[in-house]
């Protein structure tokens, strides 16, 4: 008989080659399997309600892990905020070298925390060996970074305050890393939940804060499920709310944060298209999907799910990836040698399974290779989903497993087309041997994140976070750092001044005879002003707008739905080909608006004087003037960055228009207020749908007038008057607007976060508080450019 | 020939040769096929993805103990056991002869339990020179005797001394040739002058199998020795391999997986398999391990068949053999325990 080496000689399988497990059982041993809350610096007992958590792979019981009810928050909660003045008060360099402690624990202890990661998530040990824990690590040390450049690199902000952050189980210690770092890196504290199937690695990082000496109450790690989750989203003494999982509950959070004044960042789900054009290299195009979609079991949120393929090369792609599939090992997650690890929980499992069986029954292909499968244990095969169309319900939906749909392409404007068919925006991955190809779709897909030639490169420098659905705020960078502070002077709570909506309870009728013919003896009527258009308002009514005295001094039109439909409609038709146009030609159009209003002087500052006064009329148009200036300067000049990923590549930080803006004004400076936030909306190439202080809408008309005769393309502004609350809800509520803003009182800025909901559109509001809007370190620039743009991190790999 | 190709057959008696095929498609040995250059030019090679994947074959793929010990003793199977020194003598080649006969004590062979592989490197690599010392020495066994031919390592001397090269080394009993491709043709593109270059040198060899060195050091782009790879291989090749061993740089994963990449769409497109010889600095165990992991899962368990894929290496075995001392009696080796080549 052959010894057994002989046989091997000649079947040269790989064989079982497994991670020892010994020294985290060990852990786990001397924790009696069983975790109670670190909050306030010391573990709690587990005592009352608890969960079991268990290995994917094997279905075996890990440990027992308490549930934090709201009285258990509420204690983490005091913890955080009792820690705070304490936390802020250090210095950055103090608070620099905790995180630099963090990291350096992180690196020290990095096999039992990948082994311990692998053993709850159900990862392969690849992966978090090689992947999940040195990102962890790096991103420690990157953050120790900003702790210590604070001062220097973000003048003008302050700390949040008491963060709430809620982290998901497909990266479980990562996912803690890229919420907690940044969040104490700017001086904030911390109550952090993560997700209930995957609790143990960040309580090993909690025993690690603990060793490292870190103040009692800055990080408060505790367990449960989505009413713990919900505990912390309602809770009144926290200050922002930092989310990583699905939309679904992105949404759930927006809603339950909407008449707070909580900071929210969401980072949401995705159906991150793969672009393959014809030049691509194929095989390593291959290597992207096995990085992409076969990584983490499919369990990313930024999985390049959907592939798009370009014709001509399409059954060429397929045969490879098909060989490809046949070669990936599916096994025991402790496997050195695995490259598909199990499915999180049975939940997923089904789900997964479920779609895919939708997939076929909606007339998908179905392929899986015939690899050899574990007998147990929640693992799923790697799946090709072909003949999909963008209407198939796997075209649509995150599956959230290993599962690659593919559909067709004949030409770059259809794949762009094609890739923005979708309610997500996360990443995508563009592969192409030709750069002008590669960057030009790289510009137009909308994705927070675009990789060229490659898949899945994450970096502490580079920000991560995406466009729409995908959700908003990003992780990583300097981008990411402003998620977790605040501009000094807004920590000032003064109510907005915003004046009781006018009674328009029988509103005229729309006469344009008499419009005309009242007061200042002008011959205009004043109309909505839409795709560059003087337009009546669909309601046909108008109403009578007063001065401060209380004299009528005109008509405006009343705007309705119907006229904020129209006018969404035309910034969306211009707002591509406003982005696109350069930066320069916006300057310029900016300054012919100023040149525009000087000549107009003194007509605007007589209107004007009616609502507020002669001599704040002539300030706010002087401002104005120099605000128009302002931005046409910043035009040109709030460009992007060039992150340093530790890798031979580039990654562009661009910053992009958002689209389509709707701006609720304030009442307090009617122009200058309008002015202030309409012109760094376009000056960054959004298009504006702005709904002015109604008690001054007369004003309007210079405005618009202004506009007409400065080159400025119809549809980059509109104006809608009327009942701000109704108007405002609408355009809240509107799936083709991009971003919502409101600078009336908190009731406004409540509705529209609650608005917002919908299509998960970005939310700036002044939280109800005031605005000097004559203060230009407080009403003009970055801080302003910011929330106008979103950023978009393009990795470039070169390399010949 | 004939008879050894035979011989080596039974060898494996019990154990049914591998087929060669890719995807379920049965490949045959590669012929000569026409140039195609639009297969030259639709090479498309992606050198930081090809990097990045390179990176992750070490890291995605482990074999232990007895699986372990069984795949080092395959890459002793694929060993071209290779002197190639200007100080190199007869004694020298007798000496790498015995090796190659004996890659292992006997100690060793018979506590791994492996008497009955009758275990050889795959060839012995040596000068033109010694080709008939290594011939004799080898007398007896099925271990085939390779020279490097055509003006090694550079290939610069004129084409008709480099074919008469082939022809001497091939009447002297060597039945493998390594030959040298002239770079300057690729980085010029002239396709055809490579392809005319290394057809004549596959003629030159009659039945022996010829290997053409692409010299992939001095090539430096991915896609240079990606387009050489189809240029040898369309003008008969039946290996291509990477190095001299004399250039700065030898074999690397990338390149290898660039190669074996080329080697694929090759068969694919033909129906011919062609073969793979990574060579220069490949030192280590755990490099020949790296190394049979990319041919498995990139190509497929015929080439890790000594017919389709050798090492050219000679202080590799060294490292081998003590980590198959180390499988046997659990003590880590020292290289003077075990008998130099």
């Known amino acids: ?800 | 020939m004939a008879v050894k190709q035979e011989e080596l057959q039974k060898k494996s008696e019990g154990h049914a040769n591998v087929p060669v095929t890719l995807h379920g498609r049965e490949l045959v040995p590669n012929q000569r096929i026409p140039l195609n250059l639009d297969w030259v030019e639709e090479v498309r090679v992606n050198t930081s993805a090809v990097e990045r994947r390179a990176a992750t074959i070490p890291a995605r793929r482990s074999v232990k103990k007895d699986w372990q010990a069984a795949w080092l003793l395959r890459a002793i199977a694929c060993m071209d056991l290779t002197t190639l020194s200007g100080d190199d003598s007869a004694e020298r080649v007798k000496r790498l002869c015995a090796k190659a006969r004996r890659p292992l004590q006997d100690h060793l062979v018979k506590a791994l339990g492996i008497e009955e592989l009758h275990l050889t490197t795959g060839a012995v690599c040596v000068y033109h020179a010694f080709v008939e010392t290594a011939v004799k020495a080898l007398e007896g066994t099925n271990i085939p005797v390779a020279a490097v031919s055509t003006g090694f390592p550079a290939g610069l001397s004129p084409l008709a001394e480099r074919v008469e090269e082939i022809r001497r080394s091939v009447e002297a009993g060597a039945s493998e040739i390594d030959i040298v491709i002239t770079r300057a043709h690729v980085f010029n593109g002239e396709w055809n002058a490579l392809y005319d270059e290394v057809a004549a040198f596959k003629e030159a060899c009659g039945q022996a199998h010829m290997k053409a060195i692409l010299g992939t050091g001095d090539l430096l782009t991915l896609r240079n020795v990606a387009r050489a790879s189809w240029v040898a291989m369309m003008a008969g090749a039946d290996f291509i391999k990477t190095s001299t061993g004399k250039e700065a740089v030898n074999a690397t994963l990338p390149v290898s997986l660039v190669m074996v990449r080329a080697i694929r769409d090759y068969a694919e497109r033909t129906g011919m398999a062609v073969g793979f010889k990574p060579a220069g600095g490949i030192k280590t165990a755990k490099q020949a391990l790296d190394w049979m992991a990319t041919m498995k899962d990139e190509l497929g368990r015929p080439w890790l068949e000594p017919t389709l894929f050798r090492y050219g290496a000679s202080s590799m075995l060294g490292d081998i053999e003590r980590q198959l001392e180390h499988h046997v009696n659990g003590r880590y080796s020292a290289a003077y325990r075990h008998p130099i080549a």
Request: proline fraction near 4%; include cysteine.
């Open chain 1, 1 to 800: 008989m052959a010894s057994s080496i002989v046989e091997k000689f000649y079947s040269m399988e790989y064989g079982p080659a497994p991670e020892d497990a010994s020294e985290v059982n060990k852990w786990l041993d001397a924790h009696k399997r069983s975790f109670g809350h670190y909050i306030d610096g010391a573990w709690t007992q587990v005592s009352g309600s608890s969960f079991e958590t268990r290995n994917p792979a094997t279905g075996e019981v890990l440990a027992k892990i308490a549930t934090a009810d709201a009285s258990d928050v509420d204690r983490a909660v005091k913890a955080a905020r009792a820690a705070l003045p304490g936390w802020q008060a250090l210095t950055g360099h103090q608070r620099a070298r905790y995180l630099y402690a963090f990291a350096r624990q992180v690196q020290k202890h990095a096999r039992r925390l990948a082994v311990l990661e692998t053993l709850d998530n159900g990862k392969s040990i690849r992966e978090s060996r090689d992947i999940d824990i040195p990102l962890v690590a790096r991103h420690f040390y990157h953050h120790a970074g900003w702790a210590q450049l604070l001062d220097e690199e973000f003048p003008g902000y302050t700390s949040v305050g008491v963060v709430g952050q809620i982290i998901p189980w497909n990266f479980p210690l990562l996912m803690f890393a890229w919420k907690v770092a940044p969040a104490l890196a700017a001086g904030n504290t911390v109550v952090i939940k993560p997700a209930e199937f995957t609790p143990l690695s960040a309580l090993a990082l909690a025993e690690i804060a603990h060793e490292i000496g870190l103040p009692k109450g800055v990080l408060n790690v505790i367990n449960g499920d989505g009413k713990t989750g919900a505990a912390i989203v309602e809770h009144a003494d926290i200050d922002k709310i930092a989310f990583t999982g699905s939309t679904e509950v992105g949404r759930i959070i927006r809603k339950a944060t909407a008449k707070t004044s909580k900071k929210l960042s969401l980072e949401l789900g995705g159906k991150s298209p793969f672009i393959v054009f014809d030049d691509a290299d194929l095989d390593s195009a291959v290597e992207g999907l096995v990085d992409g979609i076969w990584f983490n079991q499919g369990q990313v949120c930024c999985a390049g799910s959907r592939l798009l393929v370009q014709e001509r090369v399409a059954e060429k792609l397929y045969d490879k990836i098909r060989a490809r599939m046949e070669t990936l090992r599916v096994g025991s997650p402790l496997d050195k040698a695995i490259d598909i690890g199990a499915i999180v929980d049975q939940v997923q499992y089904d789900r997964i399974k479920g779609l895919v069986e939708t997939g076929v029954k909606e007339g998908a292909t179905c392929w899986q290779p015939e690899v050899t499968m574990p007998e147990k244990g929640l693992f799923f095969k790697p799946t090709l989903l072909t003949n999909v169309h963008p209407s198939s319900t796997v075209a649509q939906e995150e599956i959230f497993g290993p599962v690659l749909v593919s559909m067709t392409f004949r030409t770059p404007a259809e794949a762009v087309e094609l890739a923005n068919n979708t309610t997500y925006g996360l990443a995508a991955c563009i592969w192409s041997e030709n750069i002008n190809v590669a960057l030009d779709v790289a510009a137009q897909v909308k994705a927070g994140v675009v990789w060229v030639n490659a898949t899945n490169l994450f970096d502490a420098a580079c920000g991560f976070g995406g466009y729409r659905e995908s959700g908003y705020g990003r992780e990583g960078g300097k981008e990411g750092m402003y998620e977790y502070l605040v501009p000094v002077h807004a920590e000032r709570k003064t109510a907005a001044k915003t004046l009781p909506e006018p009674v328009i309870d029988q509103p005229e009728g729309f006469d344009e005879e008499r419009s005309a013919a009242v007061e200042f003896g002008i011959d205009r009527t004043v109309k909505l002003y839409i795709g560059g258009k003087q337009a009546r308002p669909d309601s046909g009514y108008s109403y009578p707008v007063y001065d401060r005295d209380g004299q009528l001094v005109g008509e405006a039109p009343l705007g309705n739905r119907k006229d904020i439909r129209n006018a969404v409609e035309a910034a969306r038709n211009i707002s591509a080909k406003w982005a696109k146009t350069t930066a320069h030609g916006r300057a310029q159009i900016l300054y012919y608006i100023a040149e525009n209003m000087v000549q107009r002087r003194a007509e605007i500052v007589a209107k004007l004087a009616a609502f507020v006064g002669p001599e704040q009329a002539a300030i706010e148009l002087d401002y104005g003037v120099e605000r128009t200036f302002a931005y046409a300067a910043w035009a040109d000049k709030f460009e992007g960055s060039v992150h340093n990923p530790p890798m031979r590549m580039v990654t562009l930080a661009m910053k992009e228009a958002i689209g389509t803006v709707g701006i609720l004004c304030p009442d307090d400076a009617p122009l200058l207020g309008f002015l202030s936030l309409v012109l760094p909306a376009i000056a960054m190439g959004n298009a504006v749908v702005a709904v002015p202080s109604e008690r001054c809408a007369t004003l309007m008309s210079d405005l618009y007038q202004v506009f007409d005769t400065s080159d400025l393309p119809g549809g980059v502004v509109n104006i809608v008057a009327g009942k701000a609350s109704e108007l405002g809800k609408t355009l809240a509520e509107h799936d083709d607007i991009d971003a919502i803003w409101s600078f009336r009182d908190e009731a406004a800025s409540a509705m529209v976060k609650l608005g917002s909901i919908g299509n998960l559109k970005q939310v700036w509001t002044n939280e109800g508080r005031s605005i000097d809007w004559f203060d230009t370190t407080k009403a003009e620039g970055r801080y302003f450019l910011r929330h106008a743009t979103q950023i978009k991190n393009i990795w470039v790999p070169y390399g010949e």
